[in-house]
Every structure is written in C-alpha cells, then in structure tokens.
C-alpha cells in the first residue's frame, strides 16, 4: 500500500514539474497607456490614477503586475483565466473604443461595484490587500465618477 502511495505522489510531482513547461500567455502591454484608456480618457487626477492603477488595473486592463506564484502552474493557468473575463468585461484601456451606451453603462456598474463593495474581488484582495478601497477612497472615486460626462 504504502509503496502505491509512494509511486502516486511522484507521479504527481512529476506531471507538476512538466506542467511548469506549459505557461499561458501573459497580460502584459508594458508601455504608455493608448489614448483609449480610460484616465487618458477623462484626465484623471494623479489620487484617482493611483487608486485605480493600484485596485483595478491588474484584471481590467492589457496591463497586469504578475506576483510571483502566478509563474507557476497551475495557479498561473486559474489566474490568467481570471484576467481575461475581468477583461471581457470592462478593460480600461480599450474605454475610448465603447460606444457611448456602452460607456454609459460601463460608468453606472462601475459606481455600482463600488459602492456595494463588489471590487475589487474578496479573493484578490486576500493576496493583494493593499488594493483594498479604503471608505474615503471610495468617496472620492465615486464623486469624480459622478462628475464625468460618459460620452466624451
């Protein structure tokens, strides 16, 4: 029995090992932001730029700050899956491309994510804890959400 055990839990460690060979494409557009972002976009203060790069930029944008134990599998694989539905469904720095209803609507559940303490998410915010929005934090994005026109 404990011989089967043994052959198991190699067998294991060796899958492990050659899953390390098999990485997902990163989600990484290392450079300026494009003028479609959306702080290119409305001319977002540098508070507000650094709140939103710091709690929302990883998984809603073409820019993402890997830690560490996302180079390995397959953690790397759960975790990029998680990026690109974020993604899917907003991403920052394709905001200029939304038409205008889209952007409207983008706004209204961004206020709403926020406001409800939606996002970012529980699971993120337990490895990454300073991207929490601390209750000021959230005041003053959601008063200069407010005071954005969507169609611009």
Known sequence: MMKII??????GIIILLFLQFFQPA????????????FLQVY??????????????????????????YAYIQPVSYFLEKHI???????????????????????LRGIKEQIENSKMPLPSYLMIH???????????????????INPTE
């Open 84 to 106: 690109n539905k974020g993604k899917q469904e907003l991403n920052f720095n394709e905001w200029g491309n939304y038409s205008n209803r889209k952007k409207e609507n983008k």
């Open 26 to 37: 990163r989600n990484m557009d290392k450079g300026q932001a494009p003028s479609s972002d």
């Open 129 to 147: 804890k300073s991207a929490k929005l601390s209750l000021e934090e959230k005041k003053v994005i959601l008063r200069w959400l407010d005071s």
């Open 6 to 11: 043994k052959k198991i839990f190699f067998a």
């Open 43 to 68: 001319k977002a203060p540098i508070n507000i730029q650094r709140i939103l790069l710091n709690s929302c930029y990883d998984c809603h944008s073409n820019n993402t700050t890997y830690p560490f």
